[in-house]
């Protein structure tokens, strides 16, 4: 597991096509909650089908800083107590410049996760994580982000210990 983790929390680095290593620079383009809370629309009851679509009306849901779960679960910052068994998130946020050698969701889950942008699945992941996580997902990202407003969807099932969820997009560029 150490080996693993250590191999996980490398710089990451983007081989390109003339065999030359560049080394890559993470940048927020959609933060998540780790630093400073984000205000999300949140459901811990199913909604209706089309909840993960731009244009489904949540303004019904209540709302509340991220990351949401359960106190002691590792490595989280909950700011809005979940503890049921699923949770759905909404969150709409704003692009100027989609430039990027690759894209990823930055995420902390405990457990289950379905991660949406504009309606389209970009991620899906199983499990858990004790902090975290870049989960790299460039065409999905690519094939879904807009220039100006997108709406950011999640979906966390929760089965047993603990549970979080929080959720940003990250983009690298060449250093």
Not at 72 to 84: A, I, K, L, Q
Request: a negative charge; hydrophobic letters at 40%.
């Amino acid at each position: 597991p150490a080996l693993v983790k250590a191999i996980n929390q490398r710089e990451a680095a983007y081989e390109r096509e003339d065999a030359v290593r560049r080394p890559l620079d993470w940048r927020v383009a959609v933060p998540t909650s780790r630093d400073a809370a984000q205000v999300w629309s949140y459901a811990t009851e199913e909604p209706a089908q089309g909840w993960a679509e731009v244009d489904f009306d949540d303004s019904g849901w209540p709302r509340g800083p991220g990351g949401f779960g359960t106190e002691g679960t590792p490595g989280s910052v909950v700011r809005t107590v979940w503890n049921t068994g699923d949770i759905w998130l909404r969150r709409a946020f704003e692009l100027t410049d989609l430039e990027c050698v690759m894209a990823a969701v930055e995420i902390h889950h405990d457990e289950d996760a379905e991660v949406f942008i504009n309606g389209k699945p970009v991620l899906s992941v199983g499990g858990y994580t004790t902090s975290y996580a870049i989960q790299e997902a460039t065409e999905a990202l690519r094939a879904a982000l807009k220039r100006g407003r997108n709406t950011l969807a999640v979906h966390c099932k929760q089965t047993t210990g603990g549970q979080y969820i929080d959720v940003g997009i990250r983009f690298a560029v060449e250093k």
